[in-house]
């Protein structure tokens, strides 16, 4: 039986252990993976079971079920920092809280190279503190709205991802989720900047939509990346796969 998570994160995060009983819940053991010391970067996706994280028209509420958006609370309760890019506030203007869970609510991050996003975004307006990473040369002005701006280093026309997590890193914010959306995920990805990626899979066919995560294209298989130890744990109708990319 599974033990509600909200019950032992002092444990998690103080004494990186579980209580005896939660310690066969696989679930359970996958947050173990994410409340490290030292630091650690998670990336999320729910998707479709044919790959799309959205409708082309970028609508991806409801995609997965409620077991997974409980989870994703939970994994904001033991982050330091959420990342989401600014395609991601753009379509769902999120409020990214752990609204469901006990557990603080992390530091909001955006990546808006260009700042292409306004100030009337929720997480612009209130909630917990929020940081805007863009290009130096779009970091007109110190604030937008109640977030603060701050200038990082980019790569191939985007926020570099591992410029990212140094930016973060010098405020004290080492345990990194990264919730959306499948662009930014990617980037982390093959960026060589995630330590564990989480794929909720929805018994949901969309036909056609945004894909989730895409990078360089091999041309065999073999020659792909392949991932050993794959965690396979149920979450209500979807199934989340849970992947350590990295020992630890």
């Known amino acids: ?8 994160w002092p444990t998690l995060l103080q004494e990186r252990r579980l209580p ?3 310690a066969a819940d696989p679930l359970a053991c996958a947050y173990l993976d994410f409340a490290r ?7 999320h996706l729910g998707q479709s079971l044919d790959g799309y994280v959205a409708t082309l028209a970028g609508h991806s509420a409801n995609m997965t079920g409620a077991a997974n958006i409980r989870h994703l609370h939970r994994l904001r309760a033991l982050a330091d920092a959420i990342v989401v890019g600014a395609g991601t506030v753009l379509n769902d203007d999120p409020r990214l809280t752990t609204r469901l869970v006990a557990g603080p609510s992390p530091v909001r991050v955006v990546l808006d190279n260009r700042r292409r996003l306004g100030a009337d975004y929720r997480l612009f307006r209130e909630g917990p503190p929020t940081l805007v990473l863009c290009a130096a ?7 937008l709205g109640r977030a603060e701006i701050v200038p990082v280093e980019t790569a191939d026309g985007s926020v570099a991802p591992a410029a990212v997590l140094e930016a973060l890193g010098t405020r004290g914010l080492k345990r990194v989720f990264v919730e959306g959306g499948g662009v930014t ?20 066919v969309l036909g056609s939509g945004r894909r989730g995560l895409a990078g360089p294209a091999p041309e065999r298989t073999d020659e792909a990346l392949r991932l050993e130890g794959c965690r396979a744990i149920p979450m209500g109708a979807d199934m989340l796969f849970h992947q350590k990319l990295r020992p630890g």
């Not at 039986?1 to 032992?8: A, N, Q």
């Not at 010391?37 to 990336?43: A, I, K, M």
């Open 20 to 22: 005896a009983a939660a």
């Open 185 to 204: 995920v990617s980037r982390f990805l093959f960026g060589g900047c995630l330590d564990i990626l989480e794929i909720c899979v929805s018994p949901l």
């Open 1 to 8: 039986m599974s033990v509600e998570p909200g019950t032992y």
């Open 37 to 43: 010391p030292e630091r650690v970067v998670l990336g």
């Open 137 to 143: 040369d779009a970091a007109d002005g110190a604030t």
